[in-house]
Nanobody, 122 residues
């Protein structure tokens, strides 16, 4: 298992920016892909950004051009830079890890963390 701790969520006005962090510990060698997800009440978690071997990235259409995922291997941390935030970006954001992008999309078997709340006011 890999332990993941999210941080950086906050209340921000529409048009503003935030950077979320995802710090990993545990069996880090098993991580090939990391994804950021978000969830609103009554809805399923949505994969919004992913990064995997070679620095490849993938984004949901709803955040493409506004969000950027990156990683710092030395710090075992993955970031989500969120710009031009909209009220519809309001959600609890989670990160998780898997062996591939496919498994991130299917739903990681790794335990979920607490998440971090992002609230965007209009």
């Amino acid at each position: 298992q890999v332990q993941l701790v999210e941080s950086g969520g906050d209340l921000v006005q529409a048009g503003g920016s935030l950077r979320l962090s995802c710090a990993a510990s545990g069996r880090i060698v098993s991580i090939n892909a990391v994804g950021w997800y978000r969830q609103t009440p009554g809805n399923q978690r949505e994969l919004v950004a992913a990064i995997w071997s070679g620095g490849n990235t993938n984004y949901a259409d709803s955040v493409k051009g506004r969000f950027a995922i990156s990683r710092d291997n030395a710090k075992n941390t993955v970031y989500l830079q969120m710009n031009s935030l909209k009220p519809e970006d309001t959600a609890v954001y989670y990160c998780n890890a898997a062996s591939s992008l496919t498994w991130l999309q299917k739903g990681p078997t790794n335990r979920w963390g607490q998440g971090t709340q992002v609230t965007v006011s209009s």
